[in-house]
């Protein structure tokens, strides 16, 4: 899925997109487009530019160069109008006041304002409404924060590694509220580190390094891309160069006598083996997970790269 | 125009539970007045205690907008309130107008009280409309330092924010003849300060002589410098805040 310029359902549009800091190249190129109704997750690894790629959606970062189209209008217009609520990680809370009164706040600055009881309900913040917003844990200050972008009837909601500090009870709570405002037809970007986040939650992830869309597609097609299936079994006296030979095979390790095969047809694979004669022992099997499709991903994004080393990175 | 004042009202309201703006705007002042007013018989052409109730109005007024302002700046900077907001369909300016509309909320007790004290106490008496005069040139100059508060607290993190106001702070208020009057060498160097100006207006109207145009125009170059020094700490933070 490339850019395809403005067309009708389109929330946003990045169109070689890029933020330099210097010689550092933070987003390098992106070019991306989200329609109306989707649940995206933007996945990356650290310093991926997944936090600089919302900033300027936002309209908090200016774009070295490309152009940023949000509702047909720029990131500014779209977020002044109210299109668009945000919780970013950077993004902090008015002190000395109650939950109650900073939520009532933003939502009288919001021009199609959503009652506050239900924004304090569906935020699970209703019970700590009373308390100050600078005496509450880690959680509270998180959900309180998901809150803020709720305030408004808005079309695009986005968040920065939403359930960060949220316990498990909680990050379950908070999908739950999720879902319901997806379910009102908004659009949902998020970006997040937790990949089965990614995988129950989104219904299309795109994969970011080095400031680059590396993957666009389903969690499926995700891990499709990555090469398939796990093909585990026992043979004793094996002979490798047969093996390297089978069908749809991406790569070989052999320990001992377990033979671990990463495979495009598992199955073709496995008759072929068969077929030769050989009789393997605890043949297992199995689906790469969206962890290894996303490290297998960006790992092989990173050894094309090592030619030419990004400036910035030998610091880290 | 409508988000900025619902922000300043919340900011109104949560002024009123801190405890510190109280201590050096309203009761600072009110001390010091009734130490020291009648200490002295007479400063800059009129009675003490009607100048030293101009200088205490000044102290209260400048300390509110100046302290109070740029630390809590610079603190919701940090905290990341400031970000937050912008993503509200808060206007771009909203924060900062509504911070100085909240300034000049807040300074007006801290004068008033003062005068209060001034006639009950120290027995000051003027005309109706010099007490207005005065009480406004006091107010106005208060955003000066409002101005400066914005140009501090976008600018220097809070645990530097605190040392530089409390420098400029007693810088102005000693140069300006605020804690007492000045004369000789000190009032040469102390006649350019934006505290001498507001203090020299406001007796030269309650002694009835002609206020120099020279005055009111340095005011008035204090608050344009300032407000670009302001103007220009938003601009320079814009993508970091």
């Not at chain 2, 052409?45 to 100048?51: E, I, N, P």
């Not at chain 2, 007006?108 to 007490?131: D, H, K, T």
């Not at chain 2, 206020?211 to 993508?239: D, K, N, Y």
Request: no cysteine; aromatic share 8%.
């Amino acid at each position: 899925m490339s850019y395809s310029g403005t067309g009708p359902g389109q929330v946003v549009s990045f169109e070689n997109v890029s933020k330099h800091y210097g010689s550092l190249k933070a987003v390098d190129g992106l070019s991306l487009d989200l329609r109306k109704g989707e649940t995206v997750a933007l996945l990356g690894p650290n310093g991926a530019g997944k936090s600089t790629s919302l900033d300027m959606l936002l309209a908090l970062r200016k774009p070295t160069s490309g152009k940023i189209k949000m509702f047909g209008s720029d990131p500014y217009h779209a977020v002044k109008s109210g299109q668009v609520g945000a919780m970013l990680q950077s993004g902090g809370l008015m002190p000395e006041v109650t939950v109650r009164e900073l939520v009532t706040l933003v939502t009288g600055l919001h021009p199609r304002p959503v009652p506050v009881d239900t924004t304090l309900r569906r935020a699970g913040v209703a019970q700590i409404a009373e308390q100050r917003v600078d005496r509450l844990s880690g959680g509270q200050t998180q959900r309180v924060r998901f809150a803020l972008a709720i305030v408004g009837d808005v079309d695009l909601i986005v968040l920065d590694e939403p359930t960060t500090a949220m316990d498990v009870e909680t990050r379950r709570l908070f999908w739950a509220s999720m879902k319901e405002e997806v379910a009102e037809g908004k659009t949902l970007l998020f970006a997040t580190h937790y990949l089965e986040e990614a995988d129950q939650a989104a219904d299309r992830i795109l994969v970011i390094n080095r400031g680059r869309l590396l993957a666009d597609g389903t969690p499926a097609e995700i891990k499709a891309r990555a090469g398939a299936k796990q093909l585990s079994f026992r043979l004793g006296g094996v002979d490798e160069p047969f093996l390297l030979g089978l069908p749809g095979l991406v790569s070989l390790e052999i320990r001992n006598d377990v033979v671990h095969i990463q495979s495009r047809d598992s199955d073709a694979t496995l008759y072929a083996l068969l077929d030769a004669g050989y009789r393997p022992k605890e043949v297992e099997i199995g689906s790469l997970g969206l962890e290894q499709a996303f490290i297998a991903i960006t790992a092989e994004d990173d050894r094309s790269n090592a030619a030419e080393p990004v400036a910035g990175e030998t610091a880290s | 125009m409508q988000g900025t004042l619902l922000l300043a009202q919340t900011e109104f309201n949560r002024l009123r539970r801190n405890r510190r703006y109280f201590l050096f705007t309203l009761a600072l002042p009110v001390v010091l007045y009734l130490i020291v007013a009648k200490q002295g018989k007479s400063a800059y052409g009129v009675d003490f205690s009607a100048y030293y109730m101009v200088a205490m109005a000044t102290l209260g007024a400048f300390s509110g907008a100046l302290n109070g302002n740029a630390i809590r700046i610079s603190e919701e900077r940090k905290l990341g309130w400031i970000r937050q907001l912008r993503l509200t369909p808060l206007p771009a300016n909203g924060y900062v107008v509504a911070k100085l509309l909240v300034s000049m909320a807040t300074t007006i007790p801290s004068i008033v009280i003062v005068f209060l004290l001034g006639y009950f106490y120290g027995g000051v008496r003027m005309a109706a409309w010099e007490w207005i005069v005065v009480g406004i040139v006091v107010w106005l100059g208060s955003m000066i330092f409002a101005a400066l508060a914005v140009a501090i607290g976008y600018r220097f993190p809070p645990d530097q924010v605190q040392p530089i106001t409390a420098l400029i702070f007693f810088g102005f208020a000693i140069l300006g003849g605020v804690w007492f009057p000045l004369s000789g060498g000190l009032q040469k160097i102390g006649e350019v300060t934006p505290t001498y100006e507001a203090v020299k207006i406001s007796t030269d109207v309650i002694g009835g002589t002609s206020v120099p145009i020279g005055l009111i125009a340095g005011l008035m170059i204090w608050l344009l410098i300032f407000a670009g020094l302001a103007v220009l700490s938003v601009r320079a933070t814009a993508e970091t805040v």
